[in-house]
């Protein structure tokens, strides 16, 4: 069966510190991988989305980047962290596919606290 | 507008009772709904997923989809203390990819 983690699961770090945030899928090949943030109250916005290595598609101007080095590993990142940038990360999987309607398969998420 | 749109509640509720949770949406294109429920400080477990009209069930849940009136519910049969959680409906969004468009989410308690 596939799995998906992702750590740490939280994380308090000073404003205009780097960040780094992980996920790995295991039990699945070539998934789509996404990276979706969650304010208190509020849904899910979709961050960025990988259908491949090295292929990385954001949704949202901001600070914050995505890759994909192996195929199962997505890792968000942050050069200099804002107030702005707390809230709750989500990665996810689904099957790959551009037609299919495969729903997504979340980890436990990441909170992350900027002081 | 948002393109998914569902009442943040809190909804509260006795045990056993039948709950209602809706979702309305705007664009007609890519109709294909999915149900989350999420506890505190948890990620979004899929529920349902359907896309067609009318009724699909699974065990105490049903979930039901309107197209004409462009709305979806999901309704718990026999609720449970267990159930109480963040239930989230989400949509396909344009673009492919299987990329999701989500409610804020309704916040359920199950009192006992």
């Known amino acids: 069966s596939q799995t998906i983690h992702q750590w740490p699961a939280t994380l308090v770090q000073p404003v205009g510190s780097p960040l780094s945030l992980e996920c790995t899928v295991e039990g699945t090949s070539n998934p789509n991988l996404y990276w979706y943030r969650q304010a208190a109250g509020r849904g899910l916005q979709l961050l960025f989305y990988?259908?491949?290595?090295?292929?990385i598609s954001s949704e949202v101007p901001q600070n914050l980047s995505a890759s994909r080095p192996q195929d199962r590993q997505f890792i968000l990142s942050s050069k200099k962290l804002l107030l702005s940038d707390s809230g709750f990360y989500l990665c996810?999987?689904?099957?790959?596919?551009?037609?299919?309607?495969?729903?997504?398969?979340f980890g436990n998420g990441t909170r992350l606290t900027v002081t | 507008q948002k393109e998914v749109e569902q009442d943040p509640g809190p909804l509260s509720v006795p045990e056993g009772a039948i709950v209602s949770l809706n979702c309305t949406y705007s664009n007609s294109a890519f109709q294909y709904f999915m149900w989350y429920r999420q506890y505190s400080r948890k990620g979004p477990e899929l529920l349902m997923y359907?896309?067609?009209?009318g009724n699909k069930e699974d065990g105490r849940f049903t979930a039901q989809v309107d197209k004409s009136s462009k709305y979806i519910s999901l309704f718990i049969r026999d609720s449970q203390p267990s159930d109480s959680a963040t239930y989230l409906c989400a949509k396909r969004a344009s673009g492919g990819y299987n990329k999701l468009i989500f409610g804020a989410g309704t916040r359920l308690a199950v009192h006992p």
């Open positions: 990988s259908v491949g290595i090295g292929q």
């Open positions: 996810a999987w689904s099957v790959a596919g551009i037609g299919l309607n495969s729903p997504l398969h």
């Open positions: 359907t896309y067609s009209s």
